[in-house]
């Protein structure tokens, strides 16, 4: 069984920084991409951001340029490191696991003074 477990939030000042981690177990880890996503309250599920298995990145503009995503595949771990943080990242995130449609719970992120 494919699991994954977001850790790395809290609350951060606007301007500040979090990097956020996804531990993935039960699957190849290597051999498929990890996207990640965000839900703020009331709004519905955005995407962020992937990883593919050959270290390919893609970004939502929304954070293009502050956000960075990668991937330790001896670690079966994928890492989001977010940079000049906004309250408008405020927002639970998820990592997933498109090919076996797996989710991790979240680790919420609160950006504000």
């Known amino acids: 069984q494919v699991q994954l477990v977001e850790s790395g939030g809290g609350l951060v000042q606007p301007g500040g920084s979090l990097k956020l981690s996804c531990v993935v177990s039960?699957?190849?880890?290597?051999?498929?991409?990890i996207h990640w996503y965000r839900q703020a309250p009331g709004k519905q599920r955005e995407w962020v951001a992937v990883?593919?298995?050959?270290?390919?990145?893609t970004y939502a503009e929304s954070v293009k340029g502050r956000f960075t995503v990668s991937r330790d595949n001896a670690k079966t771990t994928s890492y989001l490191q977010m940079d000049s943080l906004k309250p408008e990242d405020t927002a639970r995130y998820y990592c997933?696991?498109?090919?076996?449609?797996?989710w991790g719970q979240g680790t919420q992120v609160t950006v504000a003074s």
């Open positions: 039960g699957s190849d880890f290597s051999r498929y991409a």
């Open positions: 997933h696991m498109p090919v076996t449609d797996s």
């Open positions: 990883v593919t298995k050959g270290e390919t990145t």
